[in-house]
């Protein structure tokens, strides 16, 4: 098959980036620790910032998918290698976070209007487009991997009918129609700006990924860096105006749960465009160690089994029957869920992408041997 796009040959595309492996541990670790803490009522005890671990995820999201579509030979490999990547170990979390919820309704531990799995639940949950369908998510950090995936899938359109040469275009573009579709929806009420983000939730997280691609394209095309700054900084003001219109008809101060404020939402998701200034200047080396290495190897399963298991099922547990102080029940379920992620890394998500990895390359040569 012909390639659909044509590589650049700056060999930054084909280097392996240690600081962003260490940046997905940094942001694995944020959103563990933001929903451990938000098990307490009191708002002096949730780590806010945590909740930010997110929109660092999409923004490494963009930089190494756009990293990525450079060494797929077509579509149909992009699309393998994101399956291969994701599905396995999404699904084995899936079908364990599902069985410990059966089993903590049969032990009367969680209360079953909130928790209850049906068959339809839980076969909707494995495609990852359970909002569509439905139904509510199995453990909440769920939500943001239909937004990864309509990522892929805008991504993996461009490069079927050849437009990924045109990505800065394009994303300016949807970014003008994001902001119009934000202002519109508080002008005019029956406008349907609700539904729209219903249908394309990733319109209110696209602007984090597109600056993840400028700051790839800052790393490659270092020439045209000014402009991809600039586009940067509406991206990051694009970013704020959204999260301004989520969180106005809330009041946050009483509801820690969610998240920040306007405010410390700005702060933080400016140190994290900061982060990746930094790393795009090769200033960011001093993050790479074996721990943060360790935790970005690991950050999906984390990502994917930390909070139900952790959060709603070992620190209540331990608080409850052996009436264990928060502190110590935050340090074992955090000890708990790292171990059973290192373990998913190891023996499910590692093996079985380099297998459907194998299984591909076979098939590949089997349709040029035959073509």
Partial sequence: MKNAFKKEENPANFHRFSELDALRGIAALMVVF??????????????????AGVDMFFVISGFVIFMSINKANNINQ?????????????????????????????LNFVHSTTTNITWLKYLTNLTMFQTYFGYSHIDQPYWTLLIEMLFYIGIALLLKFNKIKNI?????????????????????????????IFLFPILNYISLFFAGILFYKIVTEPKNKVRFYITILLCFLVQIKIYYTILSPLNVSKLPQYG???????????????????????????????????????????????QYIGANIIMPGLERIMH??????????LVVVIYIAYL?????EIPAGKFLKAKFQKKSLLITANA
């Fill in 344 to 348: 998913i890394n190891k023996y499910i």
């Fill in 260 to 306: 920040l404020n306007f405010i410390q939402y700005t702060i933080v998701l400016a140190l994290i465009f900061g982060v990746f200034i930094l790393f795009v200047n090769k200033k960011l080396i001093f993050i790479i160690n074996k721990p943060m290495l360790f935790f970005g190897k690991i950050s999906f399963s984390l990502y994917l089994i930390h």
């Fill in 34 to 51: 933001f929903h451990f803490s938000t098990v307490r009522i009191n708002p002096g005890k949730v780590f806010l910032w945590g909740r």
């Fill in 78 to 106: 992009f699309a393998f290698s994101r399956f291969s990547r994701l599905f396995p170990a999404y699904w084995f979390s899936v079908t364990l976070t599902a069985l410990i919820q059966i089993i903590a309704l049969k």
């Fill in 324 to 333: 264990l102080p928060i502190f110590i029940s935050f340090l074992v379920a």
């Fill in 168 to 196: 800065f275009n394009i994303g300016i573009l949807i970014l003008f129609i994001v902001f119009i579709n934000d202002c519109l929806g508080h002008i005019f009420s029956t406008w349907p700006a609700k539904q729209i």
